[in-house]
């Protein structure tokens, strides 16, 4: 049998974290972004689409891979929780590893009742007959992620020596337990999990906001939680990793998003007072605009961005954050995916205060220092002090937006924001008029519809639980409305 | 020693006349000296004279379909010899389970292929030879791309969700059927029911085809060589839009779809001119699809003395593949050698020896050039200099095609055999037989180092890399027979007792490095010693069996014979390995019986009757004893790749053997004017099914086995002979064979599968098609009108509604099966179609004249559905063409009821429903021959006994409502990335010295 030794134990662990990687085309991060009103993917294919578009039905693959993919986590994780309790191994290297697997457990736990709602609660090895199982009140799960995270706080180490970094940390599962608080309308708890995690005194914002996503500042300061990649041997899966500039060619960035980044003077485009000018819209944008999105024009490498000359942008714009420039070999990517960073924590204990009824001066500050590393005014210096809960609600969701735009935690924003105004048609350029290579300056910004999206009140807010397991396992009837 | 003796012997002349059993003359029949090669032909009255010989020389007359005959001259000076039809004869042997049996005395269901057919035919894999030749068994050819053209093969339906092969014996060692050439085998025999072939209990449940091949005779050696020339198409392809039909089309869609057109007229007027590389008019099939040759040619000896015989086939196949990038040569050679030894030949030692090394040649990924080969029209494939282009930045196969990426596999197949037989008494005989085969392949899978222009400007640059990988696959197998037969009085008594142990064993190790210094120099220490990766496996299999067989026959018209096996298999988990497989049958000869000896129409009617049990245990190489911690689930940390494991699969501790029960009667009623009827009806239940389990994904687990339920194939087949011989010298024979057989699943212990669009339902077939039922189209009729603020269309009372989608004009309206007004996916879906012909039939036409022989070979099913989805057949997925109907789409002026509208919202159109499944019957003329045998009297001269030319054509025609591909194609087949099937025109030469 296994589990005899330290190493064995780590294997299976491995094991564990194995599963955490995107396997299937829907479950990588940046295609919840294609679901938001962020980005756009038309190759429908991919599964995005039809999520975004709010026509997902209980056979759509999304939903399908996601509940696979975190079933996988929790099982590999009781599995590995079971069995390294009977290892022969002393208790001081079982108990940060039972914690390690504690953590995904409830990362895993998070991420299905944010998508499904009620789902089946399942934190142990079951025999197939008992693994008929009914699903269980989102609370009564929330319940479970929240024993699970506090358990993995306790149990973690701050950080790694090198050789480890990646692992779970304390201020992983704490900022996880922020996160999934915050989810949950527990504004309180959310926002003192939020300054556990800065009382670590462990993480700051990084101080070069493009550097932040490329290979070689990796492991910075900032980094709470990744998915780590090595070259050849445990490379980023395909299709993460032609998200190389000019080559992957579905991923698409909206007029909406792109106008939603505010001027250098902190000003949103639609204000008259702006400077802005609609046919040479990138000048005295937010530095962040430039370093998320190809821009029409934009200069990468010795080639220029024309959107006229590619069939599969019908927005005119794509992404560049996480994009790798000049990589050798585009289906070798080795960027880490950050699922997790310090300015999240900011924005969302910024977040839990307001919501919790507080318009305090720390708010302020903590959206403040988020804009301060890009360079933007402060709210008080744009926005104002003596702001109301609903525009400093108004400011943090923006803030949001703009920071973290590619990183995937805008679809989930939406969710459990409830936010219907956001699910609207897609608009892009009309390409055609961006067209002539040699004299961009002839070319003429217009916006045009590119997709249809509508709201459908029926399905709501939440993901359909795949037929294919109910067809298996009846008890997970009913659905969720809509499906 | 010849010469002398026709010295001492006085000589003489001898003439003489050659007729068949009806007294008619033959003409043109072969009449030599045994021992020389001189001869003479009958001429058009049957006659012929020799000249030289003694009274102990012996003629042999040979003519086609007709046994031969030798006679000893003696002293007569003219002689008249009778030659009979070659099946009628009532001493035909066919082989059964371990032995031989007379036809005659058989009480199960055996088929037999007349392999003299095949000879000429440019058969590529031995498997094809049973397509449509024996009742009850159904032949598909999986493809047309060389060296994987083999057929699947299922005897009386598919009784199992796993491996439903065969097993497949060639000369008394389980084998592949691709590993005998099909000039080699003598004979084939398909063991149909269970009392045939429960003596191979074990891995019987399937059916068995054993195959014997040919062996040497004493006599004169005998060579001949057979040798073709071919040219290869695809039979069908679908009919594709062109550029300017598919640019507007699409834009249509996107209209339909509330997106942004994706052609202006501008790019439109461009394709239609066909000027400019950029907007070209492909179509792809054309690109990856062409014309391939094909040669084949054999070498054949045989002969031998009295005591050693030998036969030896050497050959050697070329085909070029009509896919780009395709071909396969394969060289294979076996030889047969029996020795006898002591009084009475008391002690016989046999050797056999067969090898072939293949050598394959296909894109690193037939996949993608499949796919590919279904691109629309517009993207260009060179730009006005030649370069290669990326198809939207991406991938473009043919250019890499072109620069070298292909996969090159060497399979060399060594089979040894080494057995010999020992009379311990007059009626007792111990035989003991130990073979080995080993497969080894070499696997070669390189991607060129490509450039590739993209359409936006810049390059994208694909790297090399190849995988190499090493295989090793050995049986070994033993067997020890006891064999006593024994005839007294009336009776006839046959035992067999015997004992095999089969050993399987699979190694294999794999290589892997990127970034190699040139394209052509495939070699793995060439790449990047940094990029490197390595992985290996192994995997074991031990069967061991006890069997008998008690044969008795009562004054040749009563015959009884039961069978028994005992197996144990390693597949399973202690307590639970072994398996017992009983059988018995009985056969009536009624024609023997006095009171029909009278009716002298009759030559035969016999009635048969069998039931047996047999085995399966066949699940890959799944090991169900315990749960297996699977490597390679590993995560990397800080830079570092650290090995992790995990459980991925759920195991059954309890599982143990399918069983399949057999019940067969059958009828066999020759007449004596020609015809002959073979008939049976079996009903063959399968029990303990193994199949995969759906379990509740989330335990997140792969499917374990399982014991799973019941399925039943019922079936008839029958085949009629009829064969005549003209006076004008024609010679007839024609074979219909036909077969109905039901599938059912009848039971199941685990979960119903109700997925889209195969399912797994009681009641129904396996893997039937199962989705909605389409009932017309949406028209604008049914609606009230656009809600401009929910931006959908709001349907008129009564008018049936959909749950997955708001419906839309033109949309495809689907059957509301549960009457509630709205279709969904729990009530409204039922089982649309099966994988399996209602009714499989072949007819065999031959006919001889004066030299000319002509052959032709129609097979066709019917009642048969194919399911042809995405690529071509769903308006726009991916990067695919449509197929040519789609003009005739709905559009607000064009109502269509059959067709939908076309539209780039894929929730719309990539629903499972009768919309996408076909009509999948079809009849073909799968092979049409035309040859000429040139005159025996002119050829002796110069050392030829006999040369014949011909002209063949294997897949020559179709009849088929399918849309799609070749509507032969694989069970389980969805969608477009099939290999096509392929017409072969062939002219061949086949010479005897």
Redesign the interface.
């Known amino acids: 049998t296994f589990y005899q030794n330290e190493t064995q134990c780590k294997m299976a662990l491995m094991g564990v974290y194995n599963a955490l990687q995107p396997n299937a085309t829907p479950t990588h991060f940046y295609q919840f972004e294609f679901m938001s009103d962020n980005g756009y993917c038309q190759a429908a294919w991919q599964g995005s689409n039809e999520i975004g578009s709010w026509s997902t039905n209980s056979n759509s693959w999304g939903p399908n891979a996601k509940w696979s993919q975190d079933y996988a986590i929790i099982s590999r994780a009781n599995q590995f929780i079971q069995d390294i309790s009977t290892a022969s191994v002393s208790d001081d290297v079982k108990a940060p590893m039972v914690a390690e697997a504690k953590f995904l457990r409830g990362y895993a736990y998070s991420d299905l009742i944010t998508y499904f709602g009620d789902v089946p609660l399942i934190t142990k090895v079951l025999p197939l007959a008992d693994a008929y199982v009914k699903r269980n009140a989102k609370a009564e799960v929330l319940t479970q992620i929240l024993t699970d995270l506090t358990d993995a706080a306790s149990g973690l180490p701050t950080s790694y020596s090198k050789e480890n970094i990646g692992r779970a940390t304390k201020g992983a599962a704490l900022a996880y337990k922020a996160k999934i608080l915050l989810y949950n309308q527990k504004w309180a708890e959310a926002a003192q999990a939020a300054k556990d995690v800065m009382d670590l005194k462990v993480y700051d914002f990084y101080p070069n906001y493009s550097d932040l996503f490329t290979e070689a500042h990796e492991n910075n300061v900032e980094v709470i939680f990744d998915i780590q990649y090595i070259p050849t041997t445990q490379s980023q899966p395909w299709p993460a990793e032609p998200f190389v500039l000019g080559t992957w060619q579905t991923s698409n960035i909206t007029a909406d998003m792109i106008n939603s980044y505010y001027m250098t003077n902190g000003k949103p485009i639609t204000d008259a007072t702006s400077g802005y000018n609609d046919q040479n819209p990138y000048k005295n944008r937010d530095p962040r605009l430039d370093a998320t999105v190809v821009l029409p024009g934009t200069k990468y490498g010795t080639a220029t961005f024309i959107p006229a000359s590619y069939d599969e942008y019908p927005c005119g714009a794509k992404p560049r954050k996480y994009a790798e420039y000049g990589i050798a070999d585009v289906n070798n990517s080795s960027l880490n995916t950050i699922l997790m960073r310090y300015a999240d924590i900011c924005l969302m204990r910024a977040e839990a205060l307001v919501e919790s009824g507080s318009t305090a001066q720390e708010i302020y500050d903590l959206i403040d220092k988020v804009r301060a590393r890009v360079g933007m005014p402060t709210v008080e210096s744009v926005e104002g002090t003596g702001l109301s809960q609903a525009q400093l609600r108004q400011i943090i969701r923006h803030e949001r937006r703009v920071e973290f735009c590619m990183e995937g935690t805008r679809y989930a924003d939406m969710l459990r924001w409830k936010d219907e105004s956001l699910v609207h048609d897609v608009y892009g350029y009309d390409k055609t008029k961006l067209s002539d290579p040699t004299n961009p300056a002839k070319w003429v910004f217009s916006q045009i519809k590119i997709d249809t999206r509508t709201f459908n009140a029926t399905k709501g807010w939440l993901w359909p639980i795949p037929q294919s397991d109910i067809l298996i396992n009846k008890n997970l009837l009913p659905n969720n409305p809509g499906y | 020693g010849v010469t002398a003796q026709t010295i001492q012997q006085k000589t003489s002349t001898i003439s003489g006349k050659v007729i068949d059993t009806k007294g008619e003359p033959l003409i043109g029949v072969t009449v030599r000296i045994k021992g020389e090669s001189n001869g003479t032909v009958t001429d058009v009255d049957g006659a012929f004279s020799i000249k030289n010989v003694t009274p102990s020389t012996v003629l042999i007359l040979s003519y086609v379909g007709m046994n031969n005959a030798e006679v000893v001259v003696g002293n007569q000076k003219t002689i008249k010899l009778t030659l009979s039809d070659k099946s009628i004869g009532m001493d035909e042997v066919v082989v059964i389970g371990y032995g031989t049996q007379k036809k005659v005395n058989l009480t199960g269901s055996v088929g037999n292929v007349q392999m003299s057919d095949m000879e000429t035919r440019p058969l590529t894999d031995a498997s094809l030879a049973l397509q449509g030749t024996v009742a009850g068994v159904y032949a598909l050819q999986s493809s047309g791309k060389p060296g994987d053209d083999n057929a699947i093969i299922s005897i009386r339906g598919i009784g199992t969700f796993g491996n439903n092969n065969p097993l497949v014996i060639i000369d008394g060692f389980p084998g592949n059927m691709s590993d005998v050439n099909a000039n080699d085998i003598k004979s084939v025999s398909v063991l149909k029911d269970a009392a045939s072939s429960s003596i191979y209990g074990n891995r019987a449940a399937n059916g068995v085809i054993l195959i014997t091949t040919k062996r040497g005779s004493s006599g004169k050696m005998s060579v001949s060589y057979n040798g073709y020339f071919g040219v290869q198409q695809a039979t069908r392809l679908p009919n594709v839009l062109n550029s300017v039909q598919y640019a507007t089309l699409k834009n249509e869609a996107a209209a339909n ?4 057109a ?1 052609f ?1 007229d501008a790019d439109i007027q461009k394709f239609a001119a066909h000027n400019d590389p950029m907007y070209p008019d492909i179509n792809y099939f054309d690109v990856y699809y062409g014309k391939a040759q094909t040669q084949n040619h054999r070498l054949s000896l045989t002969g031998g003395s009295e005591n050693v015989q030998f036969a030896f086939m050497l050959g050697q196949l070329n085909q070029d593949g009509i896919m780009v990038g395709t071909d396969y040569k394969k060289t294979d050679f076996r030889s047969n050698i029996d020795a006898f030894f002591l009084k009475d030949k008391q002690l016989r030692i046999s050797t056999k020896i067969a090898g072939n090394l293949g050598v394959k040649n296909e894109p690193t990924s037939v996949w993608n050039a499949t796919w590919y080969a279904t691109l629309a029209p517009i993207y260009p494939l060179q730009n006005a200099a030649g370069q290669y282009m990326s198809v ?3 991938l473009d196969p043919y250019a890499e095609i072109q620069a070298g990426s292909t996969r090159k596999v060497k399979r060399y197949d060594l089979s040894a055999q080494a057995e010999a037989e020992y009379k311990i008494f007059k009626d007792l005989s111990a035989q003991v037989t130990y073979g080995y085969n080993v497969m080894s392949s070499n696997e070669n899978a390189f991607n060129a180092n490509v450039v590739l222009q ?5 390059t ?1 640059t694909e ?1 090399s890399d190849l995988y190499i990988k090493n295989e090793t696959d050995v049986q070994t197998m033993f067997t020890g027979l006891l064999k006593y037969n024994k005839t007294f009085g009336d009776h006839d008594l046959n035992v067999l007792a015997g004992y095999s142990e089969e050993e399987f064993t699979y190694d294999w190790q794999s290589g892997y490095r ?2 190699f210094v040139n394209n052509t120099q495939r070699i793995l220490s060439l790449g990047d010693a ?2 490197q ?1 390595n992985d290996a496996g192994s995997y074991d299999l031990g069967l061991r069996s006890y069997f008998g067989r008690i044969n008795y026959g009562f004054q040749g018209k009563y015959l009884l014979e039961a069978n028994i096996r005992r197996d144990a298999s390693s597949r399973f988990a202690e307590g639970h390995q072994w398996g017992t497989f009983p059988s018995f049958s009985a056969g009536w000869i009624a024609s023997n019986e006095s009171f029909l000896k009278s009716a002298n129409w009759i030559s035969l009617l016999k009635l048969r009757a069998s039931w047996g049990r047999l085995g399966n245990q066949n699940i890959d190489n799944y090991y169900n004893g315990s749960d297996i ?1 699977a490597s390679g ?15 991925r699969d ?1 195991t059954n501790k309890l599982l143990t053997w399918e069983t399949a029960q057999q019940l067969n009667f059958g009828v066999d009623f020759n007449l004596k004017n020609g015809f002959e009827l073979t008939a049976d009806y079996f009903n063959k239940k399968t029990k303990d099914l193994l199949k995969r389990q ?8 792969g499917y ?1 086995f399982a014991n799973a339920g019941e399925v039943q194939n019922e079936g008839i087949e029958g085949s009629i002979t009829y064969r005549k011989s003209f006076t004008n010298g024609l010679k007839l024979r024609t074979t219909l064979n036909l077969a109905h057989i039901v599938n059912k699943i009848t039971k199941l212990d685990v ?1 119903e ?4 669009p195969k399912a797994i339902i009681i009641g129904s077939a396996i893997n039937s098609f199962y989705g909605y039922q389409m009932d017309g189209i949406y028209q604008t009729s049914d609606f009230t009108g656009y809600d401009q603020i ?3 269309w709001i349907l008129k009372p009564g008018v049936v509604d959909v ?3 708001s419906a839309e004009p033109g949309d495809i309206k689907f059957k509301d099966l549960n009457g509630d007004g709205v279709v969904d ?1 729990n009530h409204d879906r039922k089982v649309l179609g099966k994988q399996f012909p209602d009714l499989s039939y072949s007819m065999n036409i031959n006919l001889e004249w004066k030299g000319f022989d002509f052959s032709m070979f129609f097979q066709g099913v019917q009642g048969i559905q194919g399911y042809f989805y995405y690529e071509i057949a769903t308006p726009f ?2 990067v695919a063409n449509l197929g040519s109907w789609w003009m005739d789409r709905w559009t607000p002026t064009n109502p269509s009821n059959t067709m939908p509208k076309v539209t ?4 719309h159109t ?1 629903v499972h429903s009768s919309f996408y499944m076909e009509d999948a019957s079809y009849l073909r003329l799968k092979n049409i021959e035309l040859g000429y045998t040139i005159s025996p009297t002119i050829l002796s001269k110069i050392g030829i006994s006999s040369l014949r030319v011909y002209g063949n054509v294997q897949n020559a025609f179709t009849l088929t409502k399918f849309k799609g591909f070749d509507p032969e194609q694989k069970t389980d087949q969805t969608r477009a990335e099939a290999f096509p099937q392929v017409r072969v025109m062939t002219v061949g030469v086949n010479v005897n010295f």
């Open positions: 779809s509330g997106r942004v994706s202006t939207n930045g991406e993209n359409k936006a400007g810049g994208k790297q990127k970034n940094a990029s990766t911690l689930q590993n995560y990397s940390l800080g830079g570092t790749l650290y090995s992790g494991v995990a459980i759920m759906p379990i509740p994904a989330t335990m997140a687990l374990p979960n599968e109700f997925t889209s929910q931006k959908k749950t997955d989608f996916q997925s991916g780039l919202n894929e929730t990539n």
